[in-house]
């Protein structure tokens, strides 16, 4: 695949900007937890595991961005580790030049609060269900 439906995507949001275009097998670390964070990722084929103390807490698929929740707590560091569950391709796009995009489109920046607000959501079910698991453990229901 060449750059030219992840800018359509974005709606040449980056059309500036340097990408690289990556390929991964299956099971291949992406980053690390506590690596400098220099980039921002974005699917265009397969699915990322993002892992937190080797749990997994979100997958991202197709047309999804991943990096973001660390990009935005401003710490420039990875909160979390990422890595492969199929054979994968990502645009790469360097922190400076992802910034520049969201200053200057609306529309990018609208559809990364979407994104963020459905991974959000996300979470929350998945904490609610894991608490209501433990209780039932704790009861002997398990």
């Known amino acids: 695949m060449n750059l030219s439906k992840f800018h359509s995507l974005t709606n040449d949001a980056f059309k500036d900007a340097k990408l690289s275009l990556e390929s991964f097998a299956e099971e291949i670390l992406i980053y690390s937890e506590g690596e400098n964070l220099d980039y921002i990722r974005f699917i265009v084929e397969g699915e990322i ?19 973001l929740s660390s990009y935005f707590n401003q710490k420039g560091v990875y909160g979390n580790s990422a890595k492969t569950t199929c054979k994968t391709e990502i645009v790469k796009i360097k922190k400076e030049d992802f910034e520049k995009a969201l200053n ?6 609208n559809k990364i609060i979407q994104s963020l607000l459905k991974r959000i959501k996300y979470t929350s079910e998945n904490v609610v269900e894991a608490e209501q698991m433990i209780k039932k453990r704790r009861l002997g229901f398990y």
């Open 49 to 67: 595991a993002v892992l937190k103390s080797n749990n997994v807490v979100w997958k991202g698929h197709q047309n999804e961005f991943i990096g």
């Open 104 to 109: 200057s489109s609306s529309e990018l920046s």
